[in-house]
């Protein structure tokens, strides 16, 4: 099975980066990917990384570690806008079945 | 509109009565999932759909719950005998293809409560 965990809570300044992130238990790794959830919304995809690395996309990077079992999402320049629910995401018992992890809800402070 | 929908987007009901979720996928998706998020907990996989099979229904928390998907379109959850510990959003997602590396597109849920 695979169980992924997260920090349940991260506060940050506004214009400073964040670092978010996720280790997973692994018997079949497919790869990990990133959901924004503000309060009240839907999940919107950020990321995927199926290899080892840094992919980056404006203002949010997400890097994986397959060897440390380890990934993080990097959100630099944060703006209020950032304060939301992160989840980490990866194929649990299956390529299809994506399962999520408990979320970190990041809030962005003046 | 091109999104994912779901409907009702609310739905207050009596314990121990019949409620019917629907998902309707963006037009093409072959793959829809449905989970369940309580009030700020994380996302509980309960089904996912390749076309019109689910190949995998472990996640269904019992036997009151159940799904279909027809026409490789629209899907219903329903849960039947409601009790107090269904209340929660139900989300529904599509993608192009069931798997690790497709973007899942997320309707707004349908919160359920019941009383």
């Known amino acids: 099975g695979q169980s992924l965990e997260q920090p349940s809570e991260v506060t940050a300044v506004e214009g400073a980066i964040v670092q978010i992130n996720c280790t997973y238990q692994?018997?079949?790794?497919?790869?990990l990917s990133w959901y924004q959830q503000h309060d009240g919304g839907a999940p919107t995809f950020l990321s995927y990384?199926?290899?080892?690395g840094l992919e980056e996309t404006g203002r949010f990077s997400s890097f994986l570690s397959r060897s440390d079992s380890y990934g993080y999402l990097l959100l630099q320049e944060l703006q209020m806008k950032d304060s939301a629910s992160y989840f980490c995401a990866t194929p649990r018992g299956g390529y299809q079945k994506v399962t999520f992890g408990t979320g970190t809800k990041l809030q962005v402070i003046p | 509109g091109a999104g994912v929908s779901q409907s009702p987007s609310n739905k207050v009901t009596e314990k121990g009565k019949d409620v019917e979720l629907r998902c309707d996928p963006i037009?093409?998706?072959?793959?829809l999932y449905w989970y369940r998020q309580s009030l700020g907990q994380g996302l509980e996989f309960l089904i996912y759909f390749q076309g019109n099979s689910a190949p995998d229904k472990s996640g269904l928390p019992s036997d009151r719950f159940s799904a279909e998907r027809t026409g490789g379109s629209v899907s219903t959850l329903t849960i039947q005998r409601t009790q107090q510990e269904d209340s929660a959003v139900y989300l529904c997602?599509?993608?192009?293809?069931?798997?690790?590396?497709?973007?899942?597109?997320f309707g707004d849920g349908t919160r359920l409560s019941i009383l």
């Open positions: 037009s093409g998706h072959t793959a």
């Open positions: 990384n199926a290899l080892d």
């Open positions: 692994t018997s079949g790794f497919y790869g």
């Open positions: 997602a599509s993608s192009l293809q069931a798997g690790a590396d497709q973007p899942q597109h």
